[in-house]
């Protein structure tokens, strides 16, 4: 066979599942459309026939060893960024990935040099048919790894921080397998040629197996973290509201037994004819009803408690209030979602009016509807401390971590395909935020 055509065969045979396995993952991710992406396919299989055929070159040269590692780092390289520039993902996380498919390339390279001696170069079809018949038999295993373990986790945790170190397991996999055990560089007389092979295939899922279960337990941990976190927060909204009613109840009792004197004393003015005094009775009363009477914020039960209660907190410190809200009927999503997102952001910004050190702190409140059935929340109030703010994630004030209340905010308007923005002048902060029930809706048919 012609160096050429093995070598466009061979890169063809290792392309076609790297391809795969990487789509498997970041479907949906992609940075550019159908078209860009068949060309860097078409770029990927061009570099790769060139690198073969020039490796078959050498591989007849005595001495050409120093070569063949500059034409292998080049080829490398050139692979690497082409993938790490095709998909939007963390770019750590993506490097992690390519570089577990790039392992899994070498793992059948090892194999195949088994019944290949001495060199995959020797007898060209054999060496494409052995290849070919050892993706055959992992591939399935290792799509579904990719599909069950690597997949779910770069969904879940595609944010977090740790991706930035871990992805220096696969690379130090790599330069293990490259310096240490690449076909032709050990000495495997005294273990059986066919055992390595094995042990290396065993041993490297297993370990990235063990780091993703890893992963996924620790997101799994932090997700329970914060629902009860929630759960406590909703808690002290519905102790909030049950004090309310408590209240409102021995206020009645109060107003009842005063009714009665007041009927008493009108009885008394009005047997003397004291019109002038029954005026001034009846006034006071009605004056004193009007000013007891708190007047429901929104038809919704669970958003009134949450907003009766920042509203009373911000009266009692003085905190000019503007509030308007209008809420779809019937709501179209969780309202605890809801109840979460608006508390959050109605707490946050009446700590930071209450941190304030300057006058004239302000709170303005929309919450209204867009569209069929999706809820805009608008939350502007002034500030004066200074805004912690660390590779775009704001920092909690109280821990050196990101608020609890913004993630648990992120986190359901990206269960509803929704978005959350934060904006901050010198002296105004902004919170955005967009529910979207719709996609929801869609997402469970």
Known sequence: ?????????????????????????????????????????????????????????????????????????????????????????????????????????????????????????????????????????????????????????????????????????????????????????LNLTSVPAYLLPFVWFIGTFLTYYVILRLIQENQRAAELQNKLEISDYQASMQQEQYNRLKNNIEENEKARHNLKHTLLMLKGYAENSALEQINTCLSASLQSVESDRVLPLCSNAAIDAIAQHYAALARQNAIDLRIDIKLPEPLLFSEGDLCVVFGNLFENAVEACLRQNGANPFISVKLGISGKGSVVISIKNSYDHIICKKDDVFMSSKRHAEGIGIHSVRRITEKYSGFAKFNYDPYVFEASVLLNPAAQTAGRR
Request: one cysteine or more.
């Open 1 to 185: 066979m012609d160096q050429l055509a093995f070598a466009a065969l061979l890169s063809l045979i290792q392309l076609l599942p790297a391809l795969f396995l990487y789509r498997a993952v970041f479907k949906g991710n992609f940075r550019f459309g159908t078209g860009v992406n068949i060309l860097m396919a078409a770029v990927l299989l061009i570099s790769s026939t060139v690198t073969y055929a020039a490796v078959f070159t050498l591989d007849t040269m005595p001495d050409s060893g120093n070569a063949r590692i500059i034409i292998s780092v080049l080829f490398n390289v050139t692979i690497g960024l082409i993938f790490l520039l095709s998909v939007k993902e963390n770019f750590f996380l993506n490097l992690f990935v390519v570089f577990i498919i790039k392992n899994y390339l070498d793992i059948v390279v090892f194999f195949s040099q088994i019944f290949c001696k001495p060199s995959l170069f020797a007898n060209p079809p054999l060496s494409a048919f052995i290849q070919s018949l050892i993706f055959v038999f992992t591939l399935p295993f290792v799509g579904f790894f990719t599909v069950k373990v690597i997949k779910p986790t770069v969904l879940e945790t595609g944010k977090m921080p740790y991706w930035r170190y871990l992805w220096v397991v696969p690379v130090c996999f790599f330069l293990l397998y490259r310096f240490c055990i690449y076909p032709g560089s």
